[in-house]
């Protein structure tokens, strides 16, 4: 089956600085690629996604590159704001509904 | 909006005890999920439902069973609950027409005894 490693566990950043977070999948066939964000107590949340026909997309503060030759994927916040404070979960999938999730990784945004 | 609720958010459990977890969505989506979200480990699909009466086994259904007899109703059993099965359960459902995201229930934290 598909295996998702993202990179890394812990990121702490200054208020305003830039986070990227790193999802690496094993699967060539997978083709959807989709990035959620749990803030503390609350359900997982669909942020931005990106198809394998794709390279790059961004909505305001987030974007999502994607190298399909080395089977990487990424998610880039710039401008970070307190509200980022969150985890954020990568995932990987050839069918759009059956996904493998990424470990997770804890941002903290410091003030 | 979307509503996908779980029964309980606490649940304490002893060991060998058979526990149900249920989960009811409100959108008429075909496809139900069970995870279980563990810290380190991420969310790991333990049985999903793409129909009524359909199921199909994700990455660790060991120690799990699932049930659909409604479409808008999926649960997940634990025939005899043991001490590994501690975890947050989140249960999520997915439409096929519209947009991608799966919407998530707020979770239920289980504990076993």
């Known amino acids: 089956g598909e295996n998702v490693e993202q990179h890394p566990s812990t990121l702490s950043v200054q208020e305003g600085d830039s986070a990227v977070i790193k999802c690496t999948y094993s699967?060539?066939?997978?083709?959807?690629f989709p990035w959620y964000k749990q803030e503390l107590g609350k359900r997982p949340q669909l942020i931005i996604d990106i198809r394998s026909n794709v390279g790059e997309k961004k909505d305001q503060r987030i974007a999502v590159t994607l190298n399909k030759t080395a089977k990487h994927f990424s998610l880039h916040i710039t401008e970070t704001q307190p509200e980022d404070s969150a985890v954020y979960f990568c995932a990987a999938s050839i069918n759009d509904y059956k996904l493998s999730f990424g470990a997770g990784t804890t941002v903290t945004v410091r003030a | 909006d979307v509503k996908v609720t779980q029964s309980s958010r606490y649940l304490v459990k002893r060991t060998g005890e058979k526990v149900f977890l249920e989960c009811v969505q409100d959108?008429?989506?075909?496809?139900m999920f069970w995870y279980r979200q563990d810290p380190g480990l991420g969310l790991r699909l333990i049985y999903f439902s793409y129909d009524v009466k359909m199921k199909e086994k994700g990455d660790i259904p060991e120690g799990y069973s699932v049930s659909r007899e409604k479409k808008e109703r999926f649960s997940l059993i634990l025939e005899s609950a043991s001490t590994n099965q501690t975890s947050m359960y989140l249960c999520?459902?997915?439409?096929?027409?519209?947009?991608?995201?799966?919407?998530f229930g707020p979770g239920t934290r289980l504990t076993v005894l």
């Open positions: 999520a459902t997915y439409g096929t027409s519209g947009y991608n995201e799966q919407f």
């Open positions: 699967d060539s066939a997978s083709n959807y």
């Open positions: 959108m008429d989506h075909e496809n």
